[in-house]
């Protein structure tokens, strides 16, 4: 729960502390002080699309802190962490968990969770497990049928999420086999042009049957070839200063003088000398031999060598042409082998897939079925709750009804949900989208958090004027009903209805005051005699009139009798 949220230079409040804190709390003040902004900057802090106009007249950047009592441990503890952050662990199980979000002129948010800068996202996240908010956009958007399901869903709890995963596995497993199915059919002809062109392909590599590097190596044999009288000479010419094979003097003939004459010497440097002379002659024989051996290749290799040579380097260049290099060629021919094995066997998976269709179709209606079951179970059961809430919201003659029809499948099931009421005997029910008023549809979201509050529980509601369009007894009772739902978790409301107010634990004030250039609103707790004026104010738009605050005091004792009623009874 939030214990405390301190709002700076957000629309037209300055610096103001909201102590929060357990059970029922009230917000109220005049048309213009920054009700609002309460609400939004709960938003900022939740995550919500930062606008740089809501930042004060004046300021640099706008800020929203807030400190919330948590669980030490689960899964909102769990993804601070995983963030970066932490909790301060209290005691007895509780933590403080800080949250700060700043918002500058120039359009720049910036999100803190547990003393870490985090992205916006881990605010939203943080918020499905902290907090739900409704504003009258809600009952507005209460009229689609998908928040209709979504409401259903949650009261059904477990049962209803674990049979939806099972149903969206079901269902994402019969579309890509559809996908799948739909591509090969569809494509069928260009697939069978594809083949057909890897075939040729394939059948011209493998003709060809290029090595990797072969063609770098017949370019160096080709030049070779084509400079074979230059290159003759120049390793005769060496090879005959090496080892002079008609007699005159060479340079393994000298070698071999130099090493005799060093060895005949008596000294062992000179002895030492001689062996190297050795080692020089058998290096010098060697290449003598190397040079021979080139000679003779160059001797044997005749002019049709180049010609087959040069022939084979223009079909390896056709291949070039066509893939770029051999490299590339002889991984197309791995790569185009298999795609063609892929392609060949287009008929068989064709056969394959359309049993794996009638297999996945089968577990996709089983899992359809199953999660419409227990949903029809659940409308039921909400539809009975919300009508008995609702007779206790001054609509004792409506009656609702939650109708599950079959449509067709997505992503969420085969289910349309209608949430429908009749708001007197005799009357036929109809979608709260056409039927009901907005003092009606207030109160039937208030009913199904109520309902929902006990199977599906949030630790923070936030109403942002909830009470749109209620008066007289009926404000009594929404005010009597959100009491009761403070009984289970922590309840914020923006109001502008002093019997609603009546009922809270907690009442803060916006309070607005201006120098006559600037308007700057704070908030503070009000109790005893301060209280009793807001109230008036509210009864009557005049905080000082007797008749007004005899009404307020009246309401307040009505307030703490059903709050100490319910204290009894717990």
């Known amino acids: 729960m939030i214990e405390e949220l301190r709002l700076r230079d957000l629309g037209v409040i300055a610096d103001a502390t909201l102590p929060i804190g357990r059970g029922f709390t009230a917000i109220t003040g005049e048309t213009g002080a920054g009700k609002t902004m309460v609400v939004s900057g709960l938003g900022l802090l939740l995550g919500n699309r930062a606008d740089s106009s809501a930042v004060r007249a004046g300021a640099a950047q706008a800020s929203v802190d807030g400190a919330w009592l948590v669980s030490e441990t689960g899964p909102v503890a769990d993804r601070v962490r995983d963030a970066g952050g932490d909790v301060e662990a209290l005691g007895d199980g509780r933590a403080e968990l800080l949250m700060a979000r700043t918002l500058s002129r120039e359009g720049r948010s910036r999100a803190s969770v547990g003393g870490r800068v985090v992205p916006v996202g881990v605010l939203s996240e943080l918020a499905d497990q902290l907090v739900v908010v409704h ?99 120049s390793a005769a010419t060496a090879h005959a200063m090496l080892a002079n094979e008609d007699g005159s003097p060479d340079v393994v003939t000298i070698l071999a003088e130099v090493r005799r004459t060093l060895e005949r010497a008596d000294d062992p440097i000179l002895t030492e000398a001689g062996a190297a002379a050795a080692d020089l002659g058998y290096r010098a024989t060697d290449l003598a031999a190397t040079l021979a051996g080139y000679l003779a290749d160059l001797d044997d290799a005749a002019p049709a060598e180049l010609a087959a040579l040069e022939e084979r380097r223009a079909v390896l260049g056709e291949l070039v042409r066509t893939h770029g290099s051999i490299d590339a060629a002889i991984e197309m021919l791995a790569k185009g082998s298999a795609r063609l094995t892929e392609l060949d066997d287009d008929d068989d998976r064709v056969a394959r897939l359309e049993a794996e269709r009638e297999t996945a179709s089968a577990a996709l209606d089983s899992a359809a079925s199953a999660l419409s079951a227990h949903r029809r179970d659940a409308a039921m059961r909400l539809a009975d709750a919300v009508t008995e809430e609702l007779h206790a919201l001054a609509l004792p003659d409506a009656r609702v009804v939650v109708e599950v029809s079959e449509a067709a499948p997505t992503t969420t099931g085969r289910d349309e949900v209608a949430l429908l009421l009749a708001p007197h005997p005799g009357a036929d029910p109809r979608p709260v989208a056409r039927s009901a008023s907005g003092g009606e549809l207030s109160r039937v979201m208030l009913a199904i958090e109520v309902v929902i509050a006990g199977t599906d529980p949030v630790p923070t509601f936030v109403f942002d004027e909830v009470d749109a369009g209620i008066g007289g007894a009926a404000a009594i009772e929404v005010g009597r009903r959100l009491a009761k739902l403070a009984e289970s978790a922590q309840v914020i409301a923006v109001t502008h209805l002093a019997q609603v107010a009546a009922f809270a634990g907690n009442h803060l004030g916006v309070v607005k005051a201006s120098d006559g250039t600037v308007t700057e609103s704070s908030v503070r707790r009000l109790d005893g005699r301060d209280r009793e004026a807001e109230m008036a104010r509210l009864l009557s738009g005049l905080d000082d009139s007797e008749a007004a605050l005899t009404h307020a005091r009246e309401l307040l004792a009505l307030g703490a009798a059903s709050s100490s009623s319910a204290s009894t009874s717990r």
């Open 135 to 233: 504003g009258q956009s809600d009952q507005l958007r209460l009229r689609s049928s998908s928040a209709q399901r979504d409401a259903l869903d949650r009261f059904a709890g477990e049962v209803v999420t674990e049979a939806l995963r099972e149903y969206r596995d079901a269902f994402t497993r019969h579309r890509q086999i559809d996908d799948e199915l739909d591509a090969l059919v569809t494509y069928r002809g260009t697939r069978s042009e594809e083949a057909a062109l890897l075939r040729a392909q394939i059948a011209e590599i493998e003709q060809v049957n290029p090595q990797p590097g072969e063609d770098t190596e017949l370019a160096e044999r080709a030049q070779r070839l084509a400079n074979a009288e230059e290159l003759r000479i």
